[in-house]
């Protein structure tokens, strides 16, 4: 596939800092390349440390030595503080790449608008990181609306309605997420008149059928139809829409419904997508070239869009002062 798209043919050796991968690294000559095993194959990449810690690694003292410079080009670990992410930046001359630069490139559009015409379209499972996004998003005025389905959705729609002992808190409950009902609906007390929950629900009986919120007698799989108008009514009236998750259970293109049409009525305006299944979604519903911008990071799409500072950059950053000043 590489030696397809770069025209070059492309050496792979089994192994990631042992002998016979640095004896092929120093073998290199000017334009040759050489693709190493995955470096999660390592035990110690899957360790979250301090990026001081992080440059003692057998990685890192391995291959740093064997280097001019390190590039780092993986927007969607930017927010893991593991070896190959932030120990080598600090013991020799680092900058990001291509990918790198355009993601954090598209993203600064959204933090121009200054939330002028900006709609957060906020679904998925990532109930944790999507509540931190969206309240920074809102409290530093970087989005005018957001809208909420997937789990997301289900966590704000209990939080706003109160519904008990319904198959929509049960989801809830399941997903382990019954303490973020309380921080949604503080959320909702707070920035309630920018936020759009659902009002209805699809599910599955002998085929899709909506139900309202205080109907649900089975677990929702999208959201409703009227749920889907209200929510193009808020991205009518916006300029950039950031799109992180889905709606609903996409595998089904019964319950893809809601995510598709909302992506298709997003793409009239500047599209950014981010993580796998929206990219999935957007395939579906033939939008993916119409996007402004397509992101490549799923978690660290949604901490960069609320304003965390990752790990990746933060390095980076004191990379450049030590090496390039």
Known sequence: YLEKYLERPIRFVDDVIGPEARRQIKELRDGEILLLENVRMLSEEVIERVPEAQTE???????????????????AVAHRSQPSVV????????????????????????????GRGVTLVAG???????????????????VEKVAVGGLVGFVFAVAKYGVVNTPLKQEVEKGGYLPYIERARQILNKYGSQIQTPIDFAVNQNGRIDVDVYSLTQAP????????????????QSEIVIFSGPM??????????????????????????GGG????????????GRAYHVSTGGRAFIQTIGGEEMPAVKVLLTSAKKFWT
């Open 277 to 288: 299944h929206t990219i999935l979604a957007a395939e579906k519903a033939g939008v993916i």
């Open 248 to 273: 609903g259970y996409i595998e089904d293109d019964r319950f893809a419904v809601g995510t598709v049409e909302l992506l298709r009525s997003a793409a009239n305006k500047r599209l950014i997508i």
């Open 57 to 75: 690694t057998f990685l890192v003292r391995k291959l740093a030595p064997l280097g001019d410079y390190f590039v780092f080009d993986g927007f």
């Open 124 to 142: 998925g499972a990532k109930i944790p990181d999507t509540l931190k996004a969206m309240e920074q998003l809102l409290k530093n005025g970087f």
């Open 87 to 114: 120990g080598f930046p600090l013991v020799m001359p680092s900058c990001m790449g291509p990918v790198f630069e355009r993601e954090l490139r598209a993203l600064s559009a959204v933090f121009e608008k200054r």
């Open 221 to 236: 799989l999208d959201i409703g139809r009227s749920t889907v108008l209200l929510f193009k009514e808020v991205l009518e």
